[in-house]
Structure formats: structure tokens, C-alpha cells
């Protein structure tokens, strides 16, 4: 184990008297007493320790004893319950950092906490992807397409006259920016546009992976540059028309066939890819 003189964090030297010291140091204390007691943290006897304490702070989020926002006990109470050093124990927080579980926050009110965001791992996971060939252009854009499908059957379905005023405001927004021939916020909010129709099937798996999928599908865009489009805005004009009239069946069609539409056009930009 790693000399707890080496590894502990300098902090800045404020005048203070002895009393004051010791009544902070007992409070502090105190609290990671508490914290410690609300958990099941078990002493870590594996070669790979920050393996089994990221497996372990897992387990107390899926038993409800760790609750999304709630505060992790300090680094010098978790390294002495996981029985490891303090650099071990950073490392696993770093690697539930990554994963998007908790935020590590500094300064005298921070500390490790449990995410409000972890949808951001499903999009950081899909990125890496890829970036390391894992994904391709066209299983990109089939995915998508696929996905599209059923978030719209079920966004028709769900619809409100607030869904549909935001959706309208959404294309009178990518209208202006193409009128100006401002290329990055056309494609911005055409993207948000299946955005707001993934929110709109209330259901959160769904809306991260659409968010997931849009976010690689903005790098591959960027990355093989500005194409004409000339024919999305007046397929959302129909699409709206026939989500305002809840007929299911045609705005699916619709949207499929915008999207293979720009598909095609992505995918001929990079002639080493089979165009579908």
C-alpha cells in the first residue's frame, strides 16, 4: 500500500486557531463515518482493485443506496474501507468518471458524485467506436434509419400541439440558417429535429441512443463537408402535415425516404463504401 504521506493533497495553509482545526477535522470525520455506514463498501482483496471498486460503487447505485446527485465519501474514508491506496482509488473514480456513473468535482464543497448525465457514456461509447473502424459510415446511417422508424410511429402517436410547435419552430430555425447559407446551424437543427421526435415517444432509451447516433453522424458530416440539400425541408413540410393528421403509416414513409435519400448522398462522397 502507498504511504498515505505521499499521496495526500496539499491544502492551502489559512490561519486558523488549534480549536477551530480539530472541531473541522472532527466534522469531517464525522461525515464520512455517516457515509461510509450508508454503504456496503467491502475491503478489496483482487490484483486489479480498481476494477472491483468501480464493480462495487455499480452495485450500491443498482441497490438504491447510492442515489443520482448524492456525494460518495472522501478519498481518505473509501481508501480506508476498500483497504487500497489513494491512487488505486482514483483510478477506479476516473474510470467511473469515463464511464459517465459520476462527476468528480474540486474545491471545498467537491468530491465524487453520482452522474445526472450517464447518458453520455452510451455517446462517448458509440464514438469510440467509431473512431477504431468498429462502425462504418453505412452502418451508421442503416442504424439510424431503422431506429427513425420506430421513434416516429411512436412520436405520432404521442404527439402534443406543444411537440408540434416545436418541431414547426425547429424548421422555421433550419429554414433561415440555409436562406443565409450558414451550412453548421442547417445541419444543427436538422439533427435536433430527430432529436425532438425521439423526446417525444417519452422514452429515455430511446432518446440517447438517437442522441448517440446523431452526435458520430455530426463528425461524419463535418468530415466529408458540405453536400446540396435541397430536398429535407420540403419533406418535413409533408412529414408535419402528416403527423398533424396522425397518419402513422405515411409519416414513417416519408421519413425513410428522406433519410435513405441522404444516405445515399452521404455515402457517395466516399467512393471506397458500396452505396445501398
Same mark, same amino acid.
Given at each position: 500500500?502507498?504511504?498515505?504521506?505521499?499521496? #495526500?493533497?496539499?491544502?492551502?495553509?489559512?490561519?486558523?486557531?488549534?480549536?477551530?482545526?480539530?472541531?473541522?477535522?472532527?466534522?469531517?470525520?464525522? $461525515?464520512?463515518?455517516? $457515509?461510509?455506514?450508508?454503504?456496503?463498501?467491502? &475491503?478489496?482483496?483482487?490484483?486489479?482493485?480498481?476494477?472491483?471498486?468501480?464493480?462495487?460503487?455499480?452495485?450500491?447505485?443498482?441497490?438504491?443506496?447510492?442515489?443520482?446527485?448524492?456525494?460518495?465519501?472522501?478519498?481518505?474514508?473509501?481508501?480506508?474501507?476498500?483497504?487500497?491506496?489513494?491512487?488505486?482509488?482514483?483510478? &477506479?473514480?476516473?474510470?467511473?468518471?469515463?464511464?459517465?456513473?459520476?462527476?468528480?468535482?474540486?474545491?471545498?464543497?467537491?468530491? &465524487?458524485?453520482?452522474?445526472?448525465?450517464?447518458?453520455?457514456?452510451?455517446?462517448?461509447?458509440?464514438?469510440?467506436?467509431?473512431?477504431?473502424?468498429?462502425?462504418?459510415?453505412?452502418?451508421?446511417?442503416?442504424?439510424?434509419?431503422?431506429?427513425?422508424?420506430?421513434?416516429?410511429?411512436? &412520436?405520432?402517436r404521442r404527439a402534443t400541439p406543444e411537440d408540434l410547435a416545436e418541431l414547426q419552430h425547429n424548421i422555421d430555425e433550419a429554414q433561415a440558417a440555409a436562406t443565409a447559407g450558414n451550412f453548421d446551424r442547417r445541419v444543427q437543427f436538422n439533427l435536433d429535429f430527430h432529436r425532438i421526435l425521439a423526446r417525444m415517444t417519452g422514452n429515455p432509451i430511446m432518446a440517447v441512443m438517437m442522441d448517440a447516433m446523431l452526435t458520430?453522424?455530426?463528425?461524419?458530416?463535418?468530415?466529408?463537408?458540405?453536400?446540396?440539400?435541397?430536398?429535407?425541408?420540403?419533406? #418535413?413540410?409533408?412529414?408535419?402535415?402528416?403527423?398533424?393528421?396522425?397518419?402513422?403509416?405515411?409519416?414513417?414513409?416519408?421519413?425513410?425516404?428522406?433519410?435513405?435519400?441522404?444516405?445515399?448522398?452521404?455515402?457517395?462522397?466516399?467512393?471506397?463504401?458500396?452505396?445501398?
Amino acid at each position: 500500500m502507498i504511504d498515505a504521506t505521499a499521496t #495526500r493533497q496539499r491544502q492551502p495553509i489559512v490561519p486558523t486557531s488549534r480549536k477551530t482545526a480539530a472541531a473541522s477535522a472532527d466534522t469531517a470525520a464525522a $461525515a464520512d463515518a455517516t $457515509a461510509a455506514d450508508a454503504t456496503g463498501f467491502q &475491503a478489496i482483496r483482487s490484483a486489479r482493485a480498481f476494477e472491483e471498486i468501480a464493480a462495487q460503487i455499480r452495485a450500491e447505485l443498482a441497490a438504491g443506496r447510492l442515489a443520482v446527485g448524492s456525494r460518495l465519501p472522501s478519498e481518505r474514508a473509501l481508501s480506508q474501507q476498500f483497504g487500497v491506496s489513494r491512487n488505486t482509488l482514483r483510478e &477506479a473514480l476516473r474510470s467511473l468518471e469515463h464511464a459517465g456513473l459520476i462527476r468528480l468535482q474540486k474545491g471545498a464543497s467537491g468530491g &465524487a458524485f453520482i452522474s445526472e448525465r450517464s447518458g453520455e457514456a452510451v455517446v462517448t461509447g458509440l464514438m469510440d467506436l467509431y473512431h477504431v473502424g468498429k462502425i462504418g459510415p453505412a452502418q451508421l446511417t442503416q442504424a439510424r434509419i431503422w431506429l427513425e422508424s420506430v421513434i416516429v410511429r411512436e &412520436a405520432c402517436r404521442r404527439a402534443t400541439p406543444e411537440d408540434l410547435a416545436e418541431l414547426q419552430h425547429n424548421i422555421d430555425e433550419a429554414q433561415a440558417a440555409a436562406t443565409a447559407g450558414n451550412f453548421d446551424r442547417r445541419v444543427q437543427f436538422n439533427l435536433d429535429f430527430h432529436r425532438i421526435l425521439a423526446r417525444m415517444t417519452g422514452n429515455p432509451i430511446m432518446a440517447v441512443m438517437m442522441d448517440a447516433m446523431l452526435t458520430v453522424l455530426l463528425h461524419f458530416i463535418r468530415s466529408i463537408g458540405e453536400i446540396e440539400n435541397t430536398y429535407t425541408l420540403p419533406s #418535413r413540410r409533408r412529414f408535419m402535415k402528416h403527423l398533424e393528421e396522425g397518419n402513422v403509416d405515411a409519416a414513417v414513409a416519408e421519413m425513410e425516404t428522406m433519410l435513405k435519400r441522404l444516405e445515399k448522398a452521404y455515402l457517395s462522397r466516399l467512393p471506397s463504401l458500396p452505396v445501398r
